[in-house]
């Protein structure tokens, strides 16, 4: 290798991705980051030009099958002796819109997603958009590392480590614990709101989210709110935990 092509070899490895914060963020570094660029394009900027393949759309749709295999993956393995329908609810509780819009806000995504801008209502702030770019992202890390690099990132992204069994809810107060978390990190109380109550009244199934500085950091569902709830306060205590640890 003559001393111009080490040279420009050593340029090369030195020089800073336009993506640092968010490669620490997901922990994975890419070999191609055009995976990634795609990943965050959003398809509003094929009316300059940009073909539909190169933005967030295709790589979506492997994502959400690269995620539901992990977290299917994760909870079959873990726990051997829930059913299927418990296994299937606490997979809902996991991958959602509002828990993936979170994950996205977590890791900045608006600072990063390529979009056309619209006044008052910026597409790279859509709850639905982010949780469309989390999953693209997961599809870009799949094509670019395989599945233990995806494996890698979901276990480092999504709350896992919360669900230390599948059971009946005892009367641990996940709800009393998520207050006292934002007390102690000097945060803002914490919004338990009703997103959806779907069913009869004599079975009605109710969704809640814990809301923080405008942000969903967790949802639920129950035959109550106050079960829904609870739910939802398990759920967001890790993410919020993973968002002070990454600052």
């Given at each position: 290798?003559?001393?111009?092509?080490?040279?420009?070899?050593?340029?090369?490895?030195?020089?800073?991705?336009?993506?640092?914060?968010?490669?620490?963020?997901?922990?994975?570094?890419?070999?191609n980051e055009v995976h990634l660029r795609k990943a965050v394009t959003h398809?509003?900027?094929?009316?300059?030009?940009?073909?539909?393949?190169?933005?967030?759309?295709?790589?979506?749709?492997?994502?959400?099958?690269?995620?539901?295999?992990?977290?299917?993956?994760?909870?079959?393995?873990?726990?051997?002796?829930?059913?299927?329908?418990?296994?299937?609810?606490?997979?809902?509780?996991?991958?959602?819109?509002?828990?993936?819009?979170?994950?996205?806000?977590?890791?900045?995504?608006?600072?990063?997603?390529?979009?056309?801008?619209?006044?008052?209502?910026?597409?790279?702030?859509?709850?639905?958009?982010?949780?469309?770019?989390?999953?693209?992202?997961?599809?870009?890390?799949?094509?670019?590392?395989?599945?233990?690099?995806?494996?890698?990132?979901?276990?480092?992204?999504?709350?896992?480590?919360?669900?230390?069994?599948?059971?009946?809810?005892t009367d641990r107060n996940f709800k009393g614990e998520l207050i006292e978390?934002?007390?102690?990190?000097?945060?803002?109380?914490?919004?338990?709101?009703?997103?959806?109550?779907?069913?009869?009244?004599?079975?009605?199934?109710?969704?809640?989210?814990?809301?923080?500085?405008?942000?969903?950091?967790?949802v639920g569902q129950g035959r109550s709110k106050k079960k829904a709830g609870?739910?939802?306060?398990?759920?967001?205590?890790?993410?919020?935990?993973?968002?002070?640890?990454?600052?």
């Amino acid at each position: 290798m003559s001393f111009y092509s080490r040279l420009l070899s050593r340029f090369r490895s030195n020089r800073k991705s336009t993506y640092t914060l968010l490669l620490r963020k997901l922990g994975y570094r890419f070999r191609n980051e055009v995976h990634l660029r795609k990943a965050v394009t959003h398809p509003s900027l094929g009316t300059n030009g940009i073909e539909h393949q190169d933005s967030y759309e295709r790589l979506e749709f492997l994502g959400d099958a690269v995620l539901d295999l992990i977290i299917s993956d994760y909870l079959f393995q873990e726990y051997p002796d829930a059913t299927e329908g418990e296994l299937t609810e606490h997979r809902a509780q996991l991958v959602n819109q509002a828990a993936l819009g979170s994950i996205g806000f977590n890791l900045g995504l608006p600072d990063f997603i390529r979009s056309q801008t619209v006044v008052n209502s910026p597409i790279e702030h859509s709850e639905a958009v982010l949780s469309d770019v989390v999953e693209a992202i997961l599809g870009a890390v799949y094509l670019d590392g395989g599945l233990a690099a995806a494996q890698a990132v979901v276990r480092r992204l999504f709350p896992l480590s919360n669900f230390t069994e599948i059971a009946p809810f005892t009367d641990r107060n996940f709800k009393g614990e998520l207050i006292e978390f934002c007390h102690v990190h000097d945060l803002p109380s914490p919004e338990f709101r009703t997103l959806e109550k779907a069913g009869p009244e004599h079975a009605r199934t109710y969704t809640v989210g814990v809301i923080l500085r405008d942000k969903t950091f967790g949802v639920g569902q129950g035959r109550s709110k106050k079960k829904a709830g609870q739910i939802a306060a398990r759920n967001a205590l890790p993410l919020l935990q993973k968002e002070i640890e990454l600052g």
